[in-house]
Nanobody, 123 residues
Framework: QVQLMESGGGLVQPGGTLRLSCRAS????????MAWYRQAPGKRRELLAI???????NYADSVKGRFTISRDNAKNMIYLEMNSLKPEDTAVYYC?????????????????WGQGTQVTVSS
């Protein structure tokens, strides 16, 4: 079993940058495929980026070219680097872990979830 905790959210101006972190504990993270999601008020949860155990990645069209997912298995950490932020990126961001590698962005099932970190993009 693994526990996930996100950090790094906050208030940023449009065009700015944030780096979210997700710390895994209770189990080594390198056995899991990982993902970042977000959920804005009144909207469905949206899958943003996925990363395999071997660090293969894929991104939703809405963030491709702006967001970068990465992992440091030695530190049990997953990251989401977010650049060129827009007001529509405002949401609670979650990391998730699971044993299935889907390869593409779609309806996935993840076993473990963090509590989320708020990102607000506003001037």
């Amino acid at each position: 079993q693994v526990q996930l905790m996100e950090s790094g959210g906050g208030l940023v101006q449009p065009g700015g940058t944030l780096r979210l972190s997700c710390r895994a504990s209770g189990s080594v993270v390198d056995i899991y495929n990982m993902a970042w999601y977000r959920q804005a008020p009144g909207k469905r949860r949206e899958l943003l980026a996925i990363i395999s155990r071997a660090s293969t990645t894929n991104y939703a069209d809405s963030v491709k070219g702006r967001f970068t997912i990465s992992r440091d298995n030695a530190k049990n950490m997953i990251y989401l680097e977010m650049n060129s932020l827009k007001p529509e990126d405002t949401a609670v961001y979650y990391c998730a872990a699971g044993t299935t590698w889907y390869g593409v962005i779609g309806p996935h099932q993840y076993t473990y979830w963090g509590q989320g970190t708020q990102v607000t993009v506003s001037s």
